[in-house]
Nanobody, 126 residues
């Protein structure tokens, strides 16, 4: 059975930083692309950043490029999202998801992911 657990969210002032963690059990993440999504109240869930299987390639939504960095520790089966220079518009519930199929790159389509965490809240005050 696969479990995905996020942590690291919190309340931070604009310009501050947070580091989110996503621990996976039951699946070797080396073989799978891992992606961070977020959902703000009243909005659809959106793609934030992805780390392709193995960890060699990453991708980001334009609004976080240069501020957020996705990384992974395959030995610890953990994925991270380092968020710097946070803005109030980054406020959302952040989810980690694991790609349904092995050895395929990450995508922005939620249907391509079969296991999700419960989310961790990030709130950025102005």
């Amino acid at each position: 059975q696969v479990h995905v657990t996020e942590s690291g969210g919190g309340l931070v002032q604009a310009g501050g930083s947070l580091r989110l963690s996503c621990v996976v059990s039951g699946r070797n993440i080396y073989r799978y692309s891992m992606t961070w999504f977020r959902q703000a109240p009243g909005k659809e869930r959106e793609f934030v950043a992805s780390s392709n299987w193995g960890g060699g390639t990453t991708s980001y939504i334009d609004s976080v490029k240069g501020r957020f960095t996705v990384s992974r520790d395959n030995a610890q089966n953990t994925v991270y999202l380092q968020m710097n220079f946070l803005k109030p518009e980054d406020t959302a519930l952040y989810y980690c998801a694991i790609r349904r199929n092995q050895f395929i790159g990450g995508t922005s389509h939620t249907g391509d992911y079969d296991y999700w965490g419960q989310g961790t809240q990030v709130t950025v005050s102005s």
